[in-house]
Nanobody, 116 residues
Framework: QVQLVESGGGLVETGGSLKLSCAAS????????MAWHRQAPGKQRELVAS???????NYGDSVKGRFTISRDNAKNTVYLQMNSLAPEDTAVYYC??????????WGQGTEVTVSS
């Protein structure tokens, strides 16, 4: 089992920045990919960014150049630095971990609201 706890969400003005954190615990050695997804009201959950254990990253088209995902394997934590935030970034952001056996775990989510 893997437990994920997100933090860092909140209210920010357009153009501002936020940094989300996701701390993993439990069977952390089984984790391969960690990712951030988001779900806005009335919309489907979408991938924001992912990072492999080796550091390979992938970003959703809408956040490329604005968001940066990073991972501290020693702290079992993944981060999402979000810059140039816009109202369309408003959503609940979920941390996700996928193990080497393709088991998937989710955090409880942290809310990000960008005011216009």
């Amino acid at each position: 089992q893997v437990q994920l706890v997100e933090s860092g969400g909140g209210l920010v003005e357009t153009g501002g920045s936020l940094k989300l954190s996701c701390a993993a615990s439990g069977n952390i050695f089984s984790i391969n990919v960690m990712a951030w997804h988001r779900q806005a009201p009335g919309k489907q959950r979408e991938l924001v960014a992912s990072i492999t254990k080796g550091g390979k990253t992938n970003y959703g088209d809408s956040v490329k150049g604005r968001f940066t995902i990073s991972r501290d394997n020693a702290k079992n934590t993944v981060y999402l630095q979000m810059n140039s935030l816009a109202p369309e970034d408003t959503a609940v952001y979920y941390c996700n971990a996928v193990t080497l056996l393709f088991q998937t775990y989710w955090g409880q989510g942290t809310e990000v609201t960008v005011s216009s």
